[in-house]
């Protein structure tokens, strides 16, 4: 049965305990068990393999997670070999000044710097095998790189008040996709995930696809022996399932959220995915037993809306990013025998508005018509900022210069295809327009003083005539003063601007193995989590790609403590 306290609010069951390892007849055994096989699955088990130890790995659905529908980006610095070869100087200690202004306290020194000092290894580990990473750079600041670019500036390392502290250093390393392909910039992670899973597979890795855990298995200890899966019998039925997800999926990648009537077609594609569900009851029980170790790496929680009203209500309205394998299951597992959790709260809102660059120019303000921040600052940045102290409530002031140069700066193949699509929809159909700031501020909602006093002082920034507070240089900002004037709504409610968001907060872990702590701050013996189910560098400030180094890093950190 499911377990009675309503917070789990999923269909994880409460633990089985044995009294003797034979209670149960075992469908298979392996040295380790993974259950997730995104990009910190893969990574562990392709470590534990090299380290001849026995691999099962379980997922959910097909495998890749949101690692391969990601845009293929994974964070690294400190000196890799792409960064040499671009010519670009970086250290582990640079990277750990930079590092340390987006994480805070949510890992300790230690493991940061050990997370900084691997990281140029991790990429040489990644190389070797066949994951093809290129040192074509983009040396501008800029959400998503043109599809020729495969490393840029995935952060704030250029915003001056971030530079002025560690020596900006490009370390967005994209994998590498054919042009024409890159222009999506989503589900492209197949470039990171695939080669390390081909490997994989070659060293004996076996897989179990469409197979869900339900139930950790214990012994009288609290020892984990295994787990208690869900998995399809019969290829008819199995057959079915995939047909109508596949159904829903193409639907959910023809109609994004920003094309008007979108809605319908994702309702459609959730009722396809409900109907598919209940195919899922003619699967069988089957038991895998773990000799070394289980490793928990399903992903976050994003798409139980359920756990985020929970524990997260204020990002309710986000537009979830990753998969809907993102169900919290994993955490929950970690759960079922005592696992600790922690930062359940943070979310990352991803309101990226550069490209186009004259967006970033212009100015935000929040309900009260006044500025809360850069504008240059990378795009979490802005939305966390934006939900946490602003009611997830924001406009971008333009006037018609700015927009004509927005729009000049999308036209073509300057920018990627949603990127242009954003802005053209949000300039003619999202923005309200006037001739004056006072009716403009009428139109949204916004004291006309306020904002009219706000464009006056934003000016003065444009022109030199003062310092900006938050560190806007004044190139970096555009003279508001030709009608007429746009405001563009990027609150998370926005219709024509979609807000995507993903959970950062799950088990807490020992950090230098990856075992998930009780609430008594001790490993639980057996049990081990990585990725966006464990607390690790990613879980208080995301960046591009760092989700997916955290995965790399604490994959690989739970394979070599399980070989012990």
Not at 42 to 62: K, N, P
Not at 96 to 110: C, P, Q, R, T
Not at 382 to 390: A, F, K, R, S, W
Request: glycine content about 10%; some cysteine; charged content about 25%.
């Amino acid at each position: 049965m499911t377990h009675p306290d309503p917070n789990w609010l999923s269909d994880i069951e409460a633990s089985q305990s044995l009294a003797a390892l034979g209670d149960i007849d075992w469908d298979d055994v392996a040295d380790v068990v993974v259950i997730g096989l995104g990009g910190a699955g893969v990574a562990c088990a392709l470590q534990a393999l090299e380290f001849d130890q026995s691999v099962i790995a379980i997922d959910r659905f097909e495998g890749g997670g949101a690692t391969k529908a990601s845009g293929g980006v994974i964070y690294a610095g400190g000196g890799t070999a792409i960064q040499k070869e671009a010519g670009i100087e970086d250290t582990p200690e640079n990277m750990f000044n930079y590092l340390k202004m987006e994480i805070g306290d949510i890992v300790s020194e230690a493991c940061l710097r050990d997370f900084c000092e691997q990281s140029a290894p991790t990429i040489d580990w990644m190389r070797s095998h066949d994951v093809d990473l290129r040192a074509t750079y983009w040396p501008k600041k800029t959400s998503y790189p043109a599809p020729e670019y495969f490393l840029y500036h995935s952060d704030n390392s250029l915003v001056p008040s971030y530079a002025a502290r560690a020596k900006p250093a490009a370390r967005g390393h994209r994998g590498y996709v054919p042009i024409e392909q890159g222009r999506k910039a989503t589900n492209l992670g197949g470039s990171l995930f695939d080669p390390l899973l081909s490997s994989a597979l070659a060293k004996g890795l076996k897989v179990r696809d469409y197979t869900e855990a339900r139930q950790l298995i214990t012994d009288a200890k609290g020892h984990v022996l295994g787990v208690k899966v869900m998995q399809f019998s019969h290829e008819e039925s199995k057959a079915e399932y995939l047909k109508l997800r596949a159904k829903a999926q193409k639907l959910l990648n023809l109609f994004p959220p920003i094309m008007p009537g979108s809605k319908f077609f994702m309702r459609k594609a959730l009722r396809m995915l409900e109907q598919a569900k209940t195919i899922e009851a003619e699967r069988e029980t089957r038991f895998i037993r773990a000799e070394k170790g289980v490793l928990l790496s399903a992903g976050g929680f994003i798409f139980n809306r359920k756990m985020i009203d929970e524990y997260a209500p204020k990002y309710a309205r986000g537009y979830p990013l990753g998969t809907d394998g993102d169900n919290g299951a994993g955490i929950r597992l970690g759960q079922s025998v005592g696992g600790a959790i922690g930062n359940m709260d943070r979310v990352t809102a991803w309101r990226f508005i550069n490209p186009p660059l004259s967006f970033a120019k212009g100015m935000i303000v929040n309900t009260a018509g006044k500025r809360f921040i850069n504008e240059m600052v990378y795009g979490a940045t802005l939305g966390v900022d934006m939900v946490e102290n602003h009611d997830g409530e924001a406009y971008v002031i333009l006037d018609k210069r700015l927009v004509k140069d927005a729009l000049s700066e999308v036209s073509g193949k300057k920018a990627l295809a949603f990127q242009k699509a954003l802005a053209k929809l949000n300039v003619y159909f999202g923005a309200k327009k006037s001739k004056s700031l006072e009716g403009l501020a009428e139109k949204i909602g916004i004291n006309s003083d306020a904002l009219k006093s706000q464009v006056s002082e934003y000016n003065q920034i444009a022109t030199g005539a003062v310092d900006d507070p938050f560190g806007k240089l004044p190139d970096d900002a555009g003279l508001i003063e030709t009608a007429p004037f746009y405001a563009i709504n990027i609150g998370l409610s926005a219709s024509l601007f979609p807000c995507p968001s993903l959970t950062l907060g799950g088990l807490k872990v020992d950090e230098t193995s990856g075992a998930v702590l009780n609430d008594a701050g001790k490993p639980i013996s057996g049990l081990y989590a990585a990725g966006r189910n464990a607390i690790g560098v990613a879980s208080w400030n995301y960046v591009s790609g760092l989700s997916i180094a955290d995965g790399v890093y604490s994959g690989r950190r739970a394979a070599r403590a399980m070989a012990k």
